[in-house]
């Protein structure tokens, strides 16, 4: 089972729902956040194998060229720009497409790989979930780790998350941390998933928020539930969306200070608060009796 972790926002609690729902069913975990990954800092890995991330962009030959203009015109993403005699390429816009290179009638494109960003994967240290007596035996658990860093600069994000799924394995369950929001690097987490877990806050921002992730994952075709975070705060706007739009509440997590304390900390939530060992793994069995149907 695959499941994503996403939020219509940032700062709603997603990173400690991912890594509590991992670390609960022994799953692998997987940061698709590439542009600010942070599951490292409570997973705490040991980093074994770092791979580069490429894109292909083009390369003019000029002494080829004909100028013709037909790359450009072609290029939907204007990322290269035909003058009298010469031809700009524009990195950052390209999407590798291929087009370019493909309807060069004088054979003048060829591709070259540009490094954006790094797959770094691993497991985590071991994690004592819950300590309990002196004389009992320590709740210790390993978590097979993955996570995507895009390059300082680097305006594409997708290309790095696609990477990161490729790692997916097919021995256990994987937790897919998701970026915040709803663009593409959302859609290319989410999509393919057998559950969407959506991470909120009862707000009026978390609710504008959360109504466009839900557009988003319905149009995706996933199944998706919601945890309400910090539950007895805000107002019952949230509550009342979800009914309306017969959306199950999975789990409310009221505002707990020690759980925030924490999180600055680098402290698994259910490390800090072993009570919330039941209630998580609960969730567990809920996302994957949702994800059976």
Known sequence: MTVAVASGKGGTGKTTVAVSLALV????????DVEEPNGHIFLKPDIRRVEPVNKLVP???LERCTFCHRCSQ????HALAVLPKQVLVFPELCHSCGMCEW???EGAISERELPIGVVETGDSLDVELAPGDDDAQPDYVVIPFVQ?????GEPMAVPVIRAVKREIRTDRDAILD????????VVQSVLGCDFCLLVTEPTPFGLHDLKLAV???RKLGVRFGVVLNQADVGDDETERYCR???????MRIPYDRAIAEAYSSGVPAIKARPEYLTAFKQLSEEIRARAEK
């Open 178 to 185: 998701v970026p915040p929001g709803t663009s593409c690097p």
């Open 74 to 77: 072609a290029c939907a993403f």
């Open 103 to 105: 309807l060069c009638p």
């Open 59 to 61: 390369q003019v030959d």
């Open 148 to 152: 995507g860093r895009l390059n300082i």
């Open 215 to 217: 557009e988003t994952v």
């Open 244 to 250: 309306e739009e017969n959306i199950e509440v999975l």
């Open 25 to 32: 069913s022994g799953s692998q975990y997987l940061d698709c």
